[in-house]
Structure formats: structure tokens, C-alpha cells
């Protein structure tokens, strides 16, 4: 599985990408976490807001930072 946080680098994006960190470890799920900073790949997603969550290069989440609870259940989905 590779899980994307798309994000130019502020504090909301910072913390989306803790929150999918802490997800992982917990649940023990093995994927690859990247975190996307540059402006020119996050278009390529189509999000209009930001920060954003990516799985397998689909948008799952975009415009809110997920608690940890709430990464689990996407990344269960």
C-alpha cells in the first residue's frame, strides 16, 4: 500500500501526516508513507484543497486534518 500526504509543508499538513504515521505504527500496517510537498505532483491529483490523503494514487481525503481513529477506517476501507 502507498499512502500520500499532499501538502506544501504547513502546520496542517505537518500534522495529517503524524496522524497517518501513528495510524500505521498502531495498526501495524505495512506501507510506504510519502509525504508530497511539491505543488506541481499535488495537481496532478486534482485536489482543491489541502492537506490532502492519497491511497494507491486514489484521493481518499482532502481539506481537513484526520484524527488518527479516522485514518484507520480509511485505510481499513
Do not use: F, H, Q, W
Not at 4 to 28: F, H, P, Q, R
Not at 31 to 46: F, Q
Not at 47 to 69: C, E, F, N, Q, T
Amino acid at each position: 500500500m502507498e499512502i500520500k500526504v499532499l501538502g506544501t509543508g504547513c502546520s496542517n499538513c505537518k500534522a495529517l501526516y503524524a496522524s497517518v504515521e501513528k495510524a500505521i505504527a498502531e495498526d501495524g500496517i505495512e506501507a510506504s508513507l510519502v509525504k508530497e510537498e511539491d505543488l506541481m505532483k499535488i495537481m496532478e491529483y486534482n485536489v482543491m484543497r489541502l492537506p490532502a490523503l492519497a491511497v494507491d494514487g486514489k484521493v481518499v481525503a482532502s481539506g481537513k486534518v484526520l484524527s488518527v481513529a479516522e485514518v484507520k477506517a480509511l485505510l481499513k476501507k
